[in-house]
């Protein structure tokens, strides 16, 4: 069993923003392994976020982005239990970093449903034309379509993209993760982004 000492447990809660009772505790489940003890962490914070998912968020902050330059800007409410984690810098940070996400990548809507039917068909019509030109069967093309569509789904919905700071991770995996650290549900509710010229 190694030794767990002060100086891991602080280098783990830096790393993490996690409390030293927990980072002492996955510290030795993990035998003083740091990297296994952030994944118990992640682990552990991601179980805590789901047992908040049904809380009532009538709380939040409006928080505005505006890109160098003032060409791009975005509006997003996110939304939590209570107005003081609001105030908090992490909520705040989280704030920022979903706006800045969304002036990058550029979701058409927080989830399947919030994308404009008229975009999906659009894109059915192109992918259905695209298997006939390469000479698919008849019989499968719609399993394909469909498929591409999932596909396309992930790209532009907001929760399901990767985030542009950490591919690794999509917005839906660093919502629950923030949840789990900030210690409160939270929701991403709305955003409008905006572009000189579009």
Known sequence: MAQITAEMV??????????????????????????????????????????????????????????????????????????????????????????????AANPAGLNPEDVDPAVIEKEREIYKAQMLEEGKPENIIDKIVEGKIEKFYKDVCLMSQQYVKDPQQTIAELLKETIGKIGENIQIKRFARFQIGE
């Open 10 to 103: 602080k280098e783990l809660r830096q790393a993490t923003g996690s409390g030293i009772m927990d980072c002492k505790r996955v510290l030795a489940e993990a035998d003083g392994d740091m990297d296994k003890a952030v994944d118990l962490l992640r682990k552990k914070g991601l179980a805590k976020a789901a047992k908040r998912a049904g809380r009532s968020t009538s709380e939040g902050i409006i928080y505005s982005y505006i890109h160098t330059g003032s060409k791009l800007g975005v509006l997003l409410e996110v939304n939590c239990e209570s107005d003081f984690v609001a105030k908090t810098d992490d909520f705040q940070t989280f704030a920022k970093n979903i706006a800045m996400h969304i002036a």
